[in-house]
């Protein structure tokens, strides 16, 4: 799911494009992608774009008489740009198209890969109806110790669980948790109520520090183009997406937890003290024989690795 540093350059991208330009027309391809409908998108055409906001994940665009389209892209809906060309609007593609947002400017088409049709677009009159799309999350960019301590503070769970809770945080989703936990040094199933002052700084830091480091990075990338390749997998990552290569600060293979439709990745040297965090699925596997700490886990592997054992190779990613 595209996140903080993801939707930041999407909103960039799109007030360079369409910012003052009117919409032309809003073609909607699967009746699901509309979630809410007041006004009606007929009504929106000929409406001039005022703005481009983000709310945690979701990215608003904001048209004359306040009107907003929100856009949710969850986990596999991306946007792509196609510039006016004097050719007409641009085609929606028949297998991952959704939607197209056509401005005098180009079309912003809105697309989703798979078929758990989960993305979607509201259209909301009135800028107090915006509201229900903030679930009061803290801005951690800028945000002081304090504040990230009592927004951590208000739910106990595992530090990974915390900092993906829309509600507590927002816009960190799975890959960059993975990536601040890292540069904290802190466990991922570490709990909220454990945490030290001391800790719950550095966390904030490592926080801040991430999502304004990966901004700029995409920034740099994108050299003023409109984002393509937008993903959770990235190679200069530290940990996340990373499972069986070496840490950047200590060479320790990363390891992995996979739950649901997620993953954790994680140093365990870095992180856990050299413990090793179960994983269900071998859990189950391996039963009494789970090792406890990566040298436990190496000796394992040496030990079965003519038996197919399948800790010897990473196991399938979850997401796209």
Same mark, same amino acid.
């Given at each position: 799911?595209?996140?903080?540093?993801?939707? =930041?350059?999407?909103?960039?991208?799109?007030?360079?494009?369409?910012?003052?330009?009117?919409?032309?027309?809003?073609?909607?391809?699967?009746?699901?992608? @509309?979630?809410?409908?007041?006004?009606?998108?007929?009504?929106?055409?000929?409406?001039?774009?005022?703005? =481009?906001?983000?709310?945690?994940?979701?990215? =608003?665009?904001?048209?004359?008489?306040?009107?907003?389209?929100?856009?949710?892209?969850?986990?596999?809906?991306?946007?792509?740009?196609?510039?006016?060309?004097?050719?007409?609007?641009?085609?929606?593609?028949?297998?991952?198209? @959704?939607?197209?947002?056509?401005?005098?400017?180009?079309?912003?088409?809105?697309?989703?890969?798979?078929?758990?049709?989960?993305?979607?677009?509201?259209?909301? &009159?009135?800028?107090?109806?915006?509201?229900?799309?903030?679930?009061?999350?803290?801005?951690?960019?800028?945000?002081?110790? /304090?504040?990230?301590? #009592?927004?951590?503070?208000?739910?106990?769970?595992?530090?990974?669980?915390?900092?993906?809770?829309?509600?507590?945080?927002?816009?960190?989703?799975?890959?960059?948790?993975?990536?601040?936990?890292?540069?904290?040094?802190?466990?991922?199933?570490?709990?909220?109520?454990?945490?030290?002052?001391?800790?719950?700084?550095?966390?904030?830091? #490592?926080?801040? &520090?991430?999502?304004?480091?990966?901004?700029?990075? @995409?920034?740099?990338?994108?050299?003023?183009?409109?984002?393509?390749?937008?993903?959770?997998?990235?190679?200069?990552?530290?940990?996340?997406?990373?499972?069986?290569?070496?840490?950047?600060?200590?060479?320790?293979?990363?390891?992995?937890?996979?739950?649901?439709?997620?993953?954790?990745?994680?140093?365990?040297?870095?992180?856990? /003290?050299?413990?090793?965090?179960?994983?269900?699925?071998?859990?189950?596997?391996?039963?009494?024989?789970?090792?406890?700490?990566?040298?436990?886990?190496?000796?394992?592997?040496?030990?079965?690795?003519? @038996?197919?054992?399948?800790?010897?190779?990473?196991?399938?990613?979850?997401?796209?």
């Amino acid at each position: 799911m595209p996140e903080y540093p993801d939707i =930041v350059v999407y909103v960039e991208a799109l007030r360079e494009r369409i910012v003052g330009s009117r919409l032309s027309r809003l073609r909607i391809v699967h009746p699901f992608l @509309l979630r809410t409908a007041e006004p009606r998108p007929e009504a929106l055409a000929g409406k001039r774009v005022s703005g =481009v906001e983000r709310i945690g994940k979701q990215i =608003v665009i904001a048209l004359e008489e306040e009107t907003f389209m929100v856009i949710h892209l969850m986990i596999a809906g991306r946007l792509r740009w196609f510039p006016e060309s004097g050719k007409g609007p641009a085609k929606i593609p028949g297998k991952l198209g @959704l939607a197209a947002f056509d401005f005098e400017t180009g079309s912003l088409v809105f697309t989703e890969a798979g078929t758990k049709r989960r993305a979607s677009l509201h259209l909301v &009159a009135g800028r107090e109806g915006l509201s229900p799309f903030d679930r009061g999350g803290l801005e951690v960019i800028g945000s002081t110790d /304090e504040a990230f301590s #009592a927004a951590l503070a208000r739910e106990n769970h595992t530090l990974k669980r915390s900092l993906t809770d829309p509600r507590l945080f927002s816009g960190i989703g799975n890959s960059y948790s993975d990536e601040i936990l890292h540069r904290a040094r802190l466990s991922p199933f570490k709990l909220s109520s454990a945490m030290s002052a001391e800790e719950t700084s550095r966390l904030r830091a #490592a926080a801040e &520090a991430v999502l304004v480091e990966w901004s700029e990075r @995409l920034r740099r990338e994108l050299s003023g183009k409109f984002p393509e390749k937008v993903t959770a997998f990235r190679p200069e990552m530290a940990v996340h997406g990373r499972y069986g290569q070496p840490c950047p600060v200590c060479g320790t293979p990363v390891q992995r937890v996979e739950y649901a439709e997620n993953e954790c990745d994680y140093c365990p040297v870095c992180q856990t /003290e050299g413990r090793l965090l179960a994983d269900r699925a071998l859990s189950r596997l391996l039963k009494g024989d789970w090792p406890r700490t990566i040298q436990e886990l190496e000796a394992l592997k040496a030990k079965n690795s003519t @038996l197919g054992d399948p800790t010897d190779s990473p196991p399938p990613r979850a997401g796209p």
